[in-house]
């Protein structure tokens, strides 16, 4: 067996999402199979209800991912599963799966930390090597650089993340899900800027008064796109500012952007400014890979299982509570 | 003053403002003028560049009035978002901490944990207290700076949030003892603040640093 032919299963199952995709040494995505859980519109995600869909579908997802392209099957030499931070049952959905196909197929079996999958993934996609990191998603809103072993936080929010502020807010004004390009659409259509808090602390955010605030602005009856529009430029300006500092202080040569709100072309072309401003290259996670997906566990689990991540089957658990900066992650800076 | 009118040199280039050398009188002095923003919409973007403008001229005298070390506003210019003030000759903490000899080192955290003590026993916030905004003037004494984000609060809150922003910038850009120096500062703090006071502050800057994502409940 060839180096690059070593084949990492990535299973993820931390929030809405159920993800298998197979990835191979060099880190090219051979399949990426996703389903997501979507909950009616005005109701958030349900914990048990959201873990009793990727049960539904676990089995069907991961044949899917393993099937390839054609007649040839693709057999895995290391399973890797999202081990956290997530919903405690979801996140067992995916872990017992895992398990089940390591321990079947005598695989090594490899944890994957949710958010360092998304770097990793964005990493692999772009062409950052050592950067400032901003990772926007429904888990997280921070931004790291890479110190010795681990990733640091430099800045991060001290309440809610943005995804949660897109989302909530779309949840409370009845917008259909996902609520992220709901609110992304709804703000395109307006130009008019409402009178929103802005709470940047240093290198820092806090998000739940911007949330509170905008849904008043809809409740006193604002149109929900100024509201949409308002919300977006103040959070977004915000994020861009706090960035903007941390790339000053760092003196990095690269931003990365990466999690699922970096879908959202205003915060891309807003973080891109950044960049350009200080003479700093900008890679966005491309859009297909920037949400939820197997990929970014498979990815992650290529890497970690050539720096000696693997485990036994009784230290295979969920940490539904896991930091970032907790990970170890010698692979990076990448060569 | 219209500070466009200035024979200005171009000093240094920070996140939010441009600084330029210049002359006042017999002073020498720094303008610093906040700079377009072009992520931001424009009508956001003279909201907050005017806001701090102000905020800061007025935070600098009133930080001054209180005892606290900090540039002399020497003009302002609305117009042009800019502030004239004094000039502090020395270096920014962040660069030159870490190499101070260590007795030298420990007086100066301790002289920074007076100063934001003093800050806060005015009635005053900072806003943005990292190292990158303390000079370490030729004489050895800790200025601040950058006061664009401060306010007038006795919160606990926006105390602590000083506190927080101050230890998490020297735990990530330093090489330093991360214990040892806010052991230091907590000391300053306290001596110009008092017992009471200053373990309010303390305790809710503790919470403050545990308020990220996915901390455990241990």
Redesign the interface.
């Known amino acids: 067996m060839g180096k690059s032919a070593r084949l990492c299963l990535g299973i993820e199952s931390t929030a809405h999402t159920f993800g298998a995709s197979v990835v191979d040494a060099k880190g090219t995505i051979l399949t990426n199979v996703n389903s997501t859980y979507s909950p009616p519109v005005g109701i958030g995600i349900h914990p048990r209800k959201a873990a009793e869909h990727h049960a539904e579908v676990a089995g069907q997802v991961v044949q899917q991912a393993l099937s390839g392209s054609g007649d040839k099957k693709l057999a895995p030499d290391i399973v890797s599963y999202s081990a956290g931070p997530g919903l405690g049952p979801c996140l067992r959905v995916g872990a017992t799966l895992a398990r089940a196909i390591a321990t079947y197929l005598s695989l090594p079996l490899v944890q994957v930390h949710h958010g360092v999958g998304h770097l990793d993934l964005a990493m692999a996609s772009t062409e950052a090597r050592d950067p400032l990191a901003v990772l926007v998603s429904g888990g997280h809103t921070a931004i790291l650089v890479h110190v010795g072993r681990k990733w640091l936080f430099y800045g991060e929010t001290q309440d809610i993340t943005l995804g949660n502020l897109l989302d909530m807010f779309a949840r409370e004004t009845k917008l259909p899900t996902p609520g992220g390009r709901s609110v992304e659409s709804e703000a395109a259509r307006s130009k008019r800027l409402l009178p929103l808090p802005y709470t940047a602390k240093g290198n820092d955010v806090s998000l739940s008064g911007l949330l509170t605030a905008s849904i008043r602005l809809v409740k006193m009856g604002n149109r929900v796109s100024d509201v949409c529009y308002s919300m977006q430029e103040v959070a977004f300006s915000m994020l861009a500012e706090v960035v903007e500092r941390s790339l000053v202080q760092t003196q990095k040569r690269e931003v990365l952007l990466a999690g699922g709100v970096a879908a959202n072309n205003r915060l891309k072309v807003m973080i891109s400014e950044v960049a350009k401003d200080h003479g700093a290259s900008f890679h966005p996670v491309p859009i297909s890979l920037s949400g939820d997906c197997g990929a970014q566990i498979a990815c992650s689990g290529q890497l970690a299982y050539s720096y000696g991540g693997e485990i036994s089957i009784s230290e295979s658990i969920v940490v539904p509570r896991w930091r970032l900066d907790e990970v170890d992650v010698p692979w990076i800076p990448l060569s | 003053m219209d500070t466009t009118q200035l024979d200005m040199q171009p000093f240094q280039r920070?996140?939010?403002a441009d600084l330029f050398l210049t002359k006042i009188g017999p002073w020498k002095a720094v303008v610093k003028r906040r700079v377009r923003?072009?992520?931001?919409?424009p009508?956001?973007d003279q909201r907050?560049r005017s806001g701090r403008t102000i905020r800061e001229a007025n935070a600098l005298s009133d930080a001054k009035r209180a005892g606290v070390r900090a540039p002399s506003v020497l003009s302002v210019d609305i117009e042009d978002f800019a502030i004239a003030m004094s000039f502090v000759d020395g270096e920014i903490a962040?660069s030159c901490l870490d190499q101070l000899p260590r007795r030298e080192q420990s007086r100066v955290l301790y002289e920074i944990g007076q100063q934001i003590g003093a800050l806060h026993e005015a009635g005053l916030v900072h806003?943005?207290?990292?190292t990158?905004n303390i000079i370490i003037s030729r004489n050895g004494l800790p200025f601040m700076l950058d006061f664009g984000?401060s306010s007038h609060s006795s919160d606990p809150e926006d105390r602590g949030?000083d506190l927080h922003?101050l230890q998490?910038?020297i735990s990530?850009?330093h090489a330093l003892d991360s214990r040892r120096s806010e052991k230091l500062i907590r000391e300053g703090y306290r001596r110009e603040f008092g017992d009471r006071q200053a373990s309010i502050s303390f305790l809710r800057q503790k919470e403050?640093s545990r308020?990220?994502?996915?901390?455990?409940?241990r």
């Open positions: 920070g996140a939010e923003k072009k992520y931001r919409i009508q956001l907050i962040r806003g943005d207290m990292t990158s984000m949030t922003l998490r910038s990530t850009s403050i308020r990220g994502r996915y901390f455990a409940i």
